[in-house]
């Protein structure tokens, strides 16, 4: 009798975790689907009630909730919700023994999801342009030395995104704050692979801070056109194509141990050409920076691989020793059941944050002072054009920034 109730809690045990493997919160996926289906208020309402939320899955609440509403332009909104996940991220660094002990016998997907140093690190990257679009400058500057220091922390994985690095420089100069935006910047343009892409800046700003040899050097770099003072900007802040999802991959060793792990599944990159243009006469970008998040997600999941494979292995490990322990004291159809249930609910933990762009890039264009009518036109790199935005009018005085931010799904 007791092996029944013994087969009868497999059976229920595996019904749980296979549940639990596939189910991600259901608002998510509803809001998911209709964030990209162009359907913004159907996807916010979808994300509307907290309680319907499982503790594994609040992050992936946060950061869809604010991107969403960054999209929408609901940016004090968006504010509250990437707060909300940078608290939840720092709470999260306690680590919970009781989940992963239990996670070692049954599945990551019972943990809370803690995202990946990547995604960690756009957090604060939202938080700075909705900070920056509502002209709150000091504070977009405490998000750009809490993104530093994360880039600092993690620099392998961190290093490409030169989108998020450029965003830093930028908080430091609007304040004024002339050496850190230069040291930014130049970490920047040593990472990037286009000399002249922060050449004008790094220029600009040696000269004001008197570093005359620097300024010589990286003059050189910037054409005639782009040494023109820009008396009013706008910055744009354009998020392009959909990011990669995450998939299971697997090693099976015969008979019965499945090791498990998540991987980026590939997509093809995401390159697109962003024009702006003022009655009909295309503007000339005197910055224009790129950050695949494609890459910068696959480093990120990359650099704590061994980490990943060290649990899988212990994982491996517990579950056969459990096994060989169910074989020994009861029937071989029971430990047959077993093995079974341990290799069917041995899945990897594959949530991500899927609102996220396949680029980000961040383009700066010099305008007279005054009022602007403009137009974006995004080109495919075969000239095929997949969107064209009419920005609402604006009018900058001098020395004025004005910013922008705009948002082109697949």
Not at 45 to 68: A, H, T, Y
Not at 87 to 92: D, P
Not at 337 to 343: D, E, P, Q, T
Request: aromatic share 10%; net charge neutral.
């Amino acid at each position: 009798m007791s092996e029944y109730r013994f087969t009868y809690r497999l059976v229920l045990l595996s019904g749980l975790l296979i549940w639990i493997a596939g189910c991600t919160s259901v608002p998510l996926r509803e809001a998911r689907t209709a964030f990209y289906s162009h359907q913004f208020q159907k996807a916010e309402v979808s994300l509307s009630k907290p309680e319907e939320f499982s503790n594994r899955d609040k992050l992936l609440l946060f950061m869809e909730k604010g991107l969403i509403l960054h999209h929408v332009g609901k940016y004090e909104d968006s504010v509250k919700e990437f707060l909300n996940a940078s608290y939840l991220i720092k709470k999260q660094d306690v680590i919970s023994v009781s989940q992963q002990a239990a996670s070692l016998v049954t599945t990551e997907w019972i943990t809370e999801y803690k995202g990946e140093y990547s995604e960690r690190l756009w957090v604060h990257s939202y938080l700075m342009m909705n900070y920056l679009l509502l002209n709150k400058y000091e504070d977009a500057l405490v998000e750009a030395k809490q993104a530093l220091r994360l880039m600092e922390q993690y620099p392998i994985a961190l290093s490409d995104d030169y989108f998020t690095r450029a965003l830093i420089a930028l908080c430091y100069e609007i304040l004024g704050e002339n050496n850190d935006a230069y040291i930014e910047y130049k970490k920047l343009n040593e990472a990037i692979p286009d000399d002249t892409a922060i050449a004008e800046k790094l220029y600009r700003l040696a000269v004001k801070l008197g570093f005359h040899d620097d300024a010589k050097r990286y003059k050189g770099f910037v054409s005639k056109e782009k040494l023109q003072d820009a008396a009013a900007e706008l910055i744009l802040f354009a998020g392009i194509g959909n990011a990669p999802k995450k998939i299971a991959g697997n090693i099976i060793i015969p008979p019965t141990i499945r090791i498990s792990f998540p991987q980026y599944q590939y997509q093809e990159p995401d390159m697109a050409e962003i024009t702006v243009s003022e009655s009909s006469q295309n503007l000339l970008p005197m910055m224009v920076v790129r950050t695949s998040v494609d890459n910068v997600c696959r480093a990120s999941l990359s650099h704590r691989a061994s980490k990943i494979m060290i649990k899988e292995a212990a994982r491996a490990a517990v579950k056969e020793t459990l096994a060989r322990a169910v074989e020994s004291r009861n029937h071989e159809l029971v430990g047959a059941l077993f093995r079974a249930v341990l290799f069917i609910t041995e899945e990897p933990d594959t949530r991500s944050w899927e609102t996220l762009p396949a680029s980000l890039y961040l383009l700066r264009f010099p305008l007279v002072p005054g009022t602007h009518s403009l137009n974006i036109t995004i080109s495919r790199q075969d000239g095929r054009q997949i969107e064209n935005i009419a920005l609402p009018v604006i009018t900058l005085s001098p020395g004025q920034k004005g910013f922008h931010s705009i948002r082109v799904t697949d």
